[in-house]
């Protein structure tokens, strides 16, 4: 079993539109938790952290469910812009400040 | 603020051939530091990390090795290239909440 998983996608979404994905983890000793947005041969982006209470950023919203050991990112009013690919990545809870990645979910956002 | 570079972009090299990847970082002191791969279509692999001068720990054994000469300067090498190291290497900083900062990366094509 992979310790990050997410649905490869893609998720056709038309312009506006609201979009949401999710991303488990195996590790139930990880303890931060974060969304990464990667363009088209770029390199990844801090989009956001994901907080135990749920946190939004603009048009984004993330959700972590600890029991269930899955998180989740929603984004509300779809922009062109927003096409890329969408990395779940958690921290494996050791002092050297690791990260687990997802493959990625993909996005595509169409007029 | 913070920046990280990476050189060269892209490099074609033939199999056998020698690899020297350079990282530098500005605007942070002692920074832990990663070096991450993503092959096609992948998710990112972590291959080496250091959390200060002189200090490397390996996370995939392979023929690639990493050094860290400087406070603010990681270095991928590879005295053998091979069919398999092509990927797209990406170097990343620690910030103070244990989210990472990608480089440019280079992409790296063996032939």
């Known amino acids: 079993r992979k310790e990050v998983e997410q649905d490869p996608g893609p998720f056709n979404v038309p312009e506006g539109a609201t979009v949401a994905f999710n991303c488990t983890y195996s590790n139930s000793a990880s303890q931060s938790f974060f969304w990464y947005r990667q363009d088209c041969r770029k390199e990844p982006k801090l989009l956001m952290s994901?907080?135990?209470s749920g946190n939004e950023d603009g048009r984004f919203t993330a959700q972590l469910n600890r029991a269930s050991q899955y998180i989740s990112l929603l984004i509300r009013d779809s922009k062109l812009s927003d096409s890329a690919t969408y990395l779940c990545v958690v921290t494996p809870g050791d002092s050297w400040g690791k990260l687990q990645f997802g493959a990625g979910t993909q996005v595509v956002v169409t007029p | 603020s913070q920046t990280i570079h990476q050189w060269p972009a892209t490099l074609v090299q033939p199999v056998g051939s020698p690899l020297s990847l350079e990282c530098t970082v500005e605007g942070t002191s002692n920074p832990n530091l990663y070096w991450y791969r993503q092959a096609a279509g992948r998710g990112l692999q972590l291959l080496f990390y250091s959390v200060g001068i002189g200090q490397i720990s390996s996370e995939v054994p392979q023929n690639l090795s990493a050094s860290r000469p400087q406070d603010r300067q990681f270095i991928l090498s590879s005295k053998k290239l091979l069919l398999s190291d092509s990927g797209f290497y990406l170097c990343a900083w620690r910030g103070l909440a244990i989210e990472q900062y990608f480089g440019p990366g280079t992409r790296l094509t063996v032939t």
């Open positions: 994901v907080y135990s």
